[in-house]
């Protein structure tokens, strides 16, 4: 199945990406799209155990399952205000 | 009661306080409570001096959570209007980056109801700034993580 991953501040500037389509499983969760994503982008890996994960606009646990078509959105840590 | 007129938004240009609180008058409401967020002058470690903060926002997301916020403090409080803003881009020295006006009948409510909604957007709504400092280099500000 195919997602949409979207990243944001510090992970868009050292992926160089801010949109992607990433191929998953089916019924991968967002733990493994996670790992996944550190595979393709090594420039991220050492920020991603603390960074959130959003599917389709709501804050999401490691466990929760993707489907395709969904819009997994990394979250580093927000510091707005 | 999530009423209409409540006014909950990204924006890249100047926020303008006097307009926010013209909007959340109603005759009902004898207390508004206003909160700005603005940029401070500041120094790094190694003495350069920020001139600027330069603010990102997953846009959908943000939006829809500070609408999320807005409908969690009318849950906890009897409010008449709210507006709650926030900039994108890049905001300079003594500029607001975030505007909260709560209106309500007496001011106990007005003050927490504030009080909630920028504590709630800084900890939730994903929006991240960027220091940009004297000497042309920048800096993500670190926040405090899931």
């Not at chain 1, 992970?11 to 991968?28: D, K, N, T, W």
């Not at chain 2, 507006?83 to 881009?89: A, D, E, N, P």
């Not at chain 2, 400092?133 to 800096?139: E, L, P, Q, V």
Request: charged fraction near 25%; aromatic fraction near 6%; include cysteine.
């Amino acid at each position: 199945m195919k997602i949409r991953l979207r990243m944001f501040a510090i992970l868009r500037e050292r992926s160089g990406i801010s949109e992607a389509e990433i191929e998953l499983a089916e019924g991968a969760t967002v733990a493994i799209a996670m790992e996944q994503v550190g595979r393709r982008f090594s420039t991220i890996v050492d920020l991603l155990p603390r960074t959130a994960a959003a599917v389709n606009l709501v804050y999401a646990k490691p466990m929760d399952r993707l489907h395709e078509g969904d819009e997994l959105a990394l979250i580093p840590p927000v510091s707005g205000g | 009661m999530n009423t209409a007129e409540d006014i909950v938004a990204l924006k890249s240009i100047a926020l303008d306080v006097n307009d926010a609180i013209d909007a959340v008058g109603t005759g009902e409401s004898g207390a508004i409570a206003v909160f700005l967020g603005i940029m401070r002058r500041d120094k790094n470690s190694e003495g350069r001096e920020l001139v600027a903060l330069n603010y990102e926002a997953y846009g959908e997301m943000a939006e829809a959570q500070m609408r999320q916020l807005v409908a969690d403090a009318r849950g906890r409080w009897p409010i008449s209007r709210v507006v709650l803003l926030h900039r994108t881009g890049v905001v300079r020295l003594g500029e607001p980056s975030v505007l909260v006006v709560v209106s309500t009948p007496h001011r106990a409510e007005a003050f927490e109801a504030c009080r909630f909604l920028i504590d709630q957007l800084k900890a939730l709504v994903t929006i991240w700034k960027k220091e940009v400092w004297g000497d042309g280099s920048t800096s993500w500000v670190d926040g405090p993580g899931k």
